[in-house]
């Protein structure tokens, strides 16, 4: 899920989803709701998607930008994805 700014998922999103998928596929183990800080997210944990930049890097990031500015090239900001988890099985018919 990405959770940045322009791509929130609300919980109305996340309710939508969990009764979607019960629609579909019995609940194994029963959905336990984590404390946001207890999630992991792309940004931290043992692989994150972007590793942490160099002091050099993180100039040449922002000269890079500037030149797009200048360009008029938009800047894509980087996804911030959490992961959640849930267990289930498909109906049979």
Known sequence: M???????????LIFLLISTLKR???????????HPMDVLYSNKGPYP?????TGLQKV????K???KKILGRKSIS???LACAGW???????
């Open 2 to 12: 990405d959770i940045t700014f322009y791509n929130f998922i609300t919980s109305a």
């Open 87 to 93: 267990v289930g099985r498909k109906y049979t018919k």
């Open 49 to 53: 998607l972007y590793p942490e930049k």
């Open 78 to 80: 980087p996804m911030h």
């Open 24 to 34: 579909h596929f019995e609940c194994i183990s029963p959905l336990r709701i984590v």
């Open 60 to 63: 040449l990031h922002f000269a």
């Open 65 to 67: 930008e500037i030149a």
